[in-house]
């Protein structure tokens, strides 16, 4: 199975949590990017299997207006990964089912940047 989306440019790891005294909680930009990632997949019929067989995600960075050329490469897979795991896509981020993480920039600007994201099972 392979399932490809795009995705809105994910906020950075340091900008999705928040604390509050002793609770920590999603953050306003961080909850605003799930949404509208959950929009895109609810108009799209993006499928929601469950994946729970070894996957490799493949994520390509499209650039353009909203990238920063600055941010750190490795900031980029987590915000996806977690919203794969709440779309239901995948059943877990964990390496029982994710295998494989590829990112790549791809430095051709468009209009305004988003991912690509590939999901493929490793049968």
């Known amino acids: 199975m392979i399932v490809t989306i795009t995705l809105p440019i994910p906020p950075s790891?340091?900008?999705?949590?928040?604390c509050q005294g002793s609770k920590v909680t999603k953050s306003k930009t961080y909850r605003n990017w799930?949404?509208?990632c959950t929009m895109y997949a609810l108009t799209?019929?993006?499928p929601r299997p469950r994946i729970r067989k070894a996957v490799a995600v493949e994520i390509i960075v499209r650039t353009g207006h909203?990238?920063?050329?600055?941010?750190?490469i490795d900031n980029i897979a987590?915000?996806?990964l977690d919203w794969l795991v709440l779309w239901g896509l995948l059943s877990t981020d964990?390496?029982?089912?994710?295998?494989s993480v590829l990112i790549t920039i791809d430095t051709l600007?468009?209009?305004v940047a988003c991912v690509d994201v590939t999901v493929s099972t490793l049968d």
């Open 78 to 80: 987590k915000p996806v």
């Open 109 to 111: 600007p468009r209009p």
């Open 13 to 18: 790891v340091n900008q999705i949590w928040r």
């Open 44 to 46: 799209n019929a993006i």
């Open 34 to 36: 799930q949404a509208s």
């Open 66 to 72: 909203g990238w920063r050329n600055t941010r750190d």
């Open 94 to 99: 964990n390496c029982s089912v994710v295998r």
